[in-house]
């Protein structure tokens, strides 16, 4: 998506400024990360620290790794609502998942611009970032599945129409 392009531009000065922060986790963040086993380390972001949970979590729990991977529609929708709600970005219930991606994509930018010099806004919204990006891609695996699957059946009815001699 072309708004994610260009919110990755600033995305690089978020994570410099963030990465030079000392450790600003939220409370539950760290009782998360001590549960698991996982060490914070300074300088630690909160984007960085969900995402080690999340792969830690997923590794303890390979069927829910799996589910992950294989998000429906409805579910990569409502993930997108939640962050757009995050963001200040009204969702419609009409919208679809690429109209709401890109308008948080929109917005990102728009708040990127705002918090140049703001350190923990950097930060939020390098978490922001990694939400969207992480969203995006699922999206785009979902539908990639979902071309592929409707391509084979195509082939597949293709085939049995030869088979039968109806082609």
């Given amino acids: 998506m072309t708004s994610i392009s260009a919110v990755n531009a600033g995305s690089n000065a978020a994570s410099e ?5 000392q450790s600003s986790l939220s409370s539950e963040t760290k ?3 001590e549960a698991l ?21 997923a590794e303890n729990n390979p069927q829910n790794g799996n ?6 529609e409805s579910e990569i ?10 963001v200040g970005v009204t969702a419609g219930s009409s919208s679809d998942v690429s109209e709401i991606l890109d308008d948080i994509g929109a917005e990102l930018e728009e708040m990127l611009e705002e918090a140049e010099n ?9 978490s922001y970032l990694s939400q969207l990006t992480s969203l995006d891609d699922r999206y785009e695996t979902l539908q990639n599945s979902q071309s592929s ?6 082939m597949i009815s293709t085939n ?8």
């Fill in 37 to 57: 086993g996982i060490t914070a380390t300074d300088g630690m972001t909160e984007a960085e620290a969900k995402t080690k949970i999340a792969q830690k979590e």
């Fill in 77 to 86: 929708l409502s993930e997108a609502k939640a962050l757009a709600s995050s």
């Fill in 160 to 167: 049995n129409k030869i088979a039968l001699g109806l082609n």
């Fill in 67 to 72: 589910q992950q991977g294989n998000s429906s």
């Fill in 118 to 126: 703001n350190p923990s806004m950097l930060s939020q919204l390098s």
């Fill in 31 to 33: 009782a998360k990360l």
């Fill in 149 to 154: 699957m409707y391509s084979a059946m195509n």
């Fill in 17 to 21: 400024i963030a990465t030079k922060q």
